[in-house]
């Protein structure tokens, strides 16, 4: 285990060689100031994470990190969420992405090589995920928002970063009853919940198909040591907020934009992008009927989202 566990302290600078990696000021932010405002509460010595949820409050200063790898998402996800960032809030940001291909992200985002987990590929494919609670995670610290590449930001998320709490995730829709969280949308402190990656080590592979449905979000939500959810009138699906639970009206309806909520949260075969189209996902098909399958629609277009999902 101590090997694994020295594998997610890795030589952050020489896993990608298309970019580097300089330390520079974050991408957000109004002036020279704020950036050093940033790295100060950054490179607090502050222990524990009500210090450093204190040490970001004063500063106003937060991480913002996402993560792509494969081919499913290309640079222009990153990209759009960097602009959905900076529109929709007025703290001092630092934008990383952890990713195995930059060619293509705007130059303002931080690029980092993906912290590397080592886990059966029978578990899945998200449990890279897991890497962003390694200790020293690509030379950050302090208070960190994770977001989901297929997020859609729709109202300003300052209030993501004044909430309390050590680590704040989406209660899951499907089954709220069981405890589990949707890690679309996480917060964290660098460094305070590193325990996960020694306890995912530990447990068995078939104990966490059997245990967690061989889903990373499962086991993050119960690894840590103190998990809250997020207001459930922040963070809405689309799927559930946007279109009627019928899905033969579905066909026949054009989703609206949510009356509450501050980001909403895709999943399953639906991303902003086919929303936006009001499509399926081009390589599935439709279930229902021969008759829906050329068009591969499944609603009418959600053309708002188009106001809020661009760089």
């Known amino acids: 285990m101590g090997i694994r566990r020295a594998q997610s302290k890795i030589d952050w600078q020489n896993r990608l060689p298309q970019r580097t990696w300089p330390r520079k ?39 913002v990190v996402c993560m792509k790898w494969g081919d499913r998402y290309g640079a222009f996800w990153v990209n759009r969420l960097f602009g959905m960032v900076k529109r929709n809030t007025t703290w001092n940001v630092r934008f990383v992405c952890f990713t195995d291909h930059a060619d293509g992200i705007r130059p303002e985002v931080e690029c980092q090589p993906l912290p590397e987990v080592t886990f059966d590929k029978k578990l899945g494919k998200y449990w890279p995920k897991l890497g962003l609670m390694a ?26 970063f004044t909430h309390p709490g050590r680590f704040l995730i989406i209660r899951e829709w499907k089954d709220p009853q069981l405890g589990y969280g949707n890690s679309s949308i996480v917060r964290y402190f660098i460094g305070q919940e590193s325990n996960v990656l020694d306890k995912f080590y530990a447990t068995p592979p078939e104990v966490i198909v059997e245990t967690y449905d061989s889903k990373e979000q499962n086991f993050l939500t119960k690894a840590v040591d103190e998990a809250s959810f997020w207001p459930e009138e922040w963070v809405v699906p689309f799927s559930i907020a946007c279109l009627p639970s019928n899905r033969v009206i579905r066909f026949f309806t054009t989703p609206k934009k949510p009356v509450t909520g501050k980001i909403v949260v895709f999943y399953g075969s639906i991303t902003p992008e086919s929303a936006l ?35």
């Open 25 to 63: 000021l974050p991408a957000i932010g109004n002036s020279a100031t704020e950036g050093i405002a940033i790295m100060a509460a950054q490179g607090t010595a502050v222990k524990g994470w009500q210090g450093q949820f204190e040490a970001a409050q004063v500063a106003r200063a937060v991480n």
């Open 277 to 311: 189209r009001g499509e399926h996902q081009r390589n599935k098909r439709v279930a229902g009927g021969l008759h829906l399958r050329p068009t591969r629609r499944r609603f009418g277009p959600a053309r708002w989202i188009a106001d809020y999902w661009r760089e």
């Open 135 to 160: 200790e020293g995670l690509g030379g950050l610290d302090g208070m960190t928002l994770f977001l989901d590449l297929d997020v859609v930001i729709i109202d300003n998320i300052d209030a993501f």
